[in-house]
Each structure stands twice: as structure tokens, then as C-alpha cells.
């Protein structure tokens, strides 16, 4: 090894031992191996070398000198980088030994949970369940639904239009329509879903509502059916103790209609402020199917008889969980929402 080498490695070998830090080592491999560095300028004068055996010795020596700048700096810069890494560990020290962090876990919304409760009590005792479509046209929610144009039922279905056809729909029961056209009785089914209807908002109102509408036509049905249903429905949702009261209503597509009420969930009959004092609270209508519906899906109505009747979703929800306000279901406040 020429002087000027061991020179060369004598320094580096110091510089490099005494290198604190990955930019120091940086600048070594720049000072040495860079491209005006003293190595690379030693390689390059080798060219200048006539003498091939001296050439030979020197090329040597000098990659010597290079291999082993190279592995020093290597392995220099893995021990930087440990102790980099231990001394980050410091400055964000995690103690393991805390308990985590508990996710927050969303839930199913309220509504949703008692829409649910409704289908499966009329899935138990053998209803199907079809959701039809938030927008339908005038035929399926009016005109077969025995409410044509100049019908006063129609003002207390202040609809939204979307052109003069079409219209979201006001009620579910337009998919009974398309379900009686489709299958032959006996048949019984449940349609449950968002309403909409022209009405200011309050407390006990809003533009858009959910609705379960049921019906089943067959030979022989009769209104003690109609009534059976309902009682079990409403024992089911309510408990066990629950009576119901059937008074003459007025419905379009129903004949007789009939409107539902239950004895009170809060006073159980005794009367309290929720139930107006009656001890009894308005829940659904319900009804026979109008011999003019069946007309409309070409079912004969001296051989077949059926029954219907539509609840609000909302309504038997705040009635359960004691809500005292429609608003409430749709203003995602989590403090109410969290609670079911
Ligand atoms: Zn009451």
C-alpha cells in the first residue's frame, strides 16, 4: 500500500470512528467515494499508470481502501439507525400494559329496530313481506286503491308530485295492488316502508314517515280474522295484557273500515295524559278489502275476501318507548339514538 493510501486509510478509519451522527457519515462517503471524492479521484489517476505491475498493486490496494470504507460506513449507519429507532421509542413511549381504546360501535337505528319487531310478529304467523317502491304512480296508489281523482280521501293524502303521473307514494299499499295482480289467493303479506305526505312539521307530524301495511285474501275471510291479527299483533308489540277496541272508520279501500285503538301503554286503561284521559290510544285502520280493489286485480269478490290495515311506524315507536315527539327520530342527536 502506497503512503498516500494508507494515508488515506489511516484518516478515514479515524474519521469514521469518530462519526456521531448519519449525516456525518454523509459526508465521508461524499469525501471519499463521491464523484470528486479521494478515492474515485485515486481510480481515475490509475490511467496515468504505465507500469502494469505497479498498476496491478495500486488497483488493489485502493479497492482495499474502498471495500473497506464501505463496510464501515454499513455497518456505522445500522448502529445509527438502532439507536435511532430505541431513542424514537423513548419520545413516544406506549405503555402496553394500558387498557385500549373501545371503538365507538354504531347501532341499528330505532325506527329500524321496531319495523323489524313489526315484520317478524306478521312473518311468525305466516305473512310474506314485499317493499315495492318509494316512488309509484297515481294508478297503484290511488285509482286501484278505490280513491280516484275527484275522491275526498284524496285531501288527506296531500301528495308530493314529481310530474302528473308520478308521485312518492302516500302509502304502502300500492304494492298490494302489484302483489294481488301477480298471485292467485290465498295470500297474505306485509309491506313496510318510507312515506311521504304534504303535512306541516310538528310533533306529531312529518313530511316523511314509515308505514307497515298488511293484507290477506282468501275464501272465507272474515272480519273476526281481521280482529284475531290485529289482538295478536298488538299483544305481541305491547305485552301480553293488551286489549283493542275497533270502532267504525271511514277508508277508501276498506268496507267496513274499522280504525284500531289499544289500551293505553302508559296507564294500561286507567287513563292517564298520554291517552288523552281514555285510557285507550289510537294505533291503525284496518278493514275489508272493497270488492272495487279486487275488481282492479281481477280477483272475484263473491268468491274471495280479504283483509287490510296500515300502522305508522313512528306512531307504535313512540307509543313503546314512550317518544313524546316525531322530531326526534330524525334530527341524529346520538344521545337520544344511543339509547336503543
Ligand atoms: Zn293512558
Redesign the pocket.
Known amino acids: 500500500m502506497t503512503d498516500d493510501i494508507l494515508e488515506i486509510y489511516n484518516s478515514v478509519k479515524v474519521s469514521i470512528d469518530e462519526a456521531n451522527s448519519q449525516s456525518d457519515l454523509d459526508e465521508i462517503r461524499v469525501s471519499m467515494l463521491g464523484r470528486k471524492g479521494l478515492i474515485t479521484d485515486k481510480l481515475k489517476g490509475m490511467s496515468l499508470i504505465t507500469d502494469l505491475e505497479e498498476k496491478k498493486l495500486l488497483g488493489k490496494s485502493i479497492n482495499e481502501v474502498k471495500n473497506f470504507i464501505e463496510e464501515q460506513l454499513s455497518s456505522k449507519r445500522s448502529a445509527f439507525s438502532e439507536k435511532d429507532f430505541l431513542e424514537s421509542l423513548k419520545k413516544t413511549h406506549v405503555d402496553i400494559t394500558l387498557p385500549g381504546r373501545q371503538p365507538s360501535v354504531g347501532a341499528i337505528n330505532i325506527l329500524t329496530q321496531v319495523e323489524e319487531e313489526i315484520v317478524s310478529i306478521f312473518n311468525s304467523i305466516g305473512f310474506g313481506v314485499a317493499e315495492g317502491f318509494e316512488l309509484d304512480d297515481d294508478y297503484h296508489n290511488f285509482e286501484a286503491l278505490n280513491i280516484p281523482y275527484y275522491h275526498p280521501a284524496r285531501d288527506s293524502h296531500d301528495t308530493f308530485y314529481v310530474s302528473d303521473n308520478r308521485l312518492i307514494r302516500t302509502h304502502t299499499s300500492g304494492m298490494q295492488i302489484r302483489l294481488m295482480k301477480d298471485i292467485k289467493p290465498p295470500i297474505a303479506a306485509i309491506s313496510p316502508g318510507k312515506v311521504g305526505r304534504r303535512d306541516a312539521i310538528d310533533a306529531k307530524h312529518s313530511p316523511v314517515f314509515h308505514q307497515v301495511e298488511g293484507f290477506l285474501v282468501d275464501k272465507n275471510v272474515s272480519f273476526n280474522d281481521l280482529k284475531g291479527i290485529l289482538e295478536l299483533f298488538c299483544q305481541r308489540i305491547f305485552g301480553s295484557r293488551t286489549q283493542i277496541r275497533l270502532r267504525p272508520d271511514f277508508f277508501p279501500f276498506v268496507e267496513p273500515g274499522a280504525d284500531l285503538s289499544a289500551t ?12 288523552g ?3 285507550w ?1 289510537e294505533l291503525m285502520g284496518a278493514g275489508m278489502i272493497h270488492p272495487n280493489v279486487f275488481e282492479h286485480v281481477g280477483y272475484d269478490p263473491k268468491v274471495y275476501s280479504g283483509l287490510a290495515f296500515g300502522m305508522g311506524v313512528e306512531r307504535i315507536a313512540m307509543l313503546k318507548y314512550g317518544i313524546t315527539d316525531i322530531r326526534m327520530f330524525y334530527e341524529n342527536d346520538i344521545s337520544f339514538l344511543k339509547q336503543w
Open positions: 293505553c301503554v302508559v296507564c294500561k286503561g286507567v287513563g292517564c295524559k298520554t291517552c284521559y281514555e285510557g290510544i
